[in-house]
């Protein structure tokens, strides 16, 4: 079957082909899933060779599982890359304060406004750092991965309601890095 023929299949079939062995619907989840979950890892961890083994070790867990998803394969998917991320967190204690600044590149011609770019860049990464390890999770997969808050809280395990707690606790927690407490 052609890689073409295997897009029109729907995500759980495909993973079902992939769990059989079949390597084109393996490569099609891979080229429908590889860099949005490779943005959620960078954006978790601050590294892009990391968050490259990260999803690569998340890919090959599904492609070993034999679990039977019913639906939404997405979420599943993201919660694997998500949770492989913050287990490296947990494991080392730590955040990657340090960022690839060059994986952030604006593209701009001008040097001076790309130093301000990059400038800008680290002080949100540190900002983003300074929040309590749950916090930044929801703020990363609504604000930077553009996710619903049902998407969220599914690939969090968490309520809704719950995700909107964190989403608060954590502008407030934004604001308070970078204006020193005061309201805007």
Known sequence: MSINCMQEKDDIELLCMTQSGDMKAFECLFKRYHQKALNISFRTVG?????EDIVMESFIKIHNSN???KSNFKSYFYKI???TSINYIKKNKRFINDIDLNM???GKNNPMEEAMNKEEIKDAWLALNSL???QKTAFVL???EELTY???SEIMGISVKALESLMA??????????????KC
Do not use: D, Q
């Open 142 to 144: 609504v604000k930077y």
């Open 67 to 69: 679990v039977k998803i």
């Open 81 to 83: 890359v998500l949770n």
């Open 169 to 182: 606790r954590a502008k407030e927690n934004l604001k308070k890095y970078y204006f020193g407490g005061e």
């Open 132 to 134: 309590p390890l749950s």
């Open 150 to 152: 049902k998407e969220a």
């Open 104 to 106: 952030l590149s604006s």
């Open 47 to 51: 590294s892009i060779e990391l968050s």
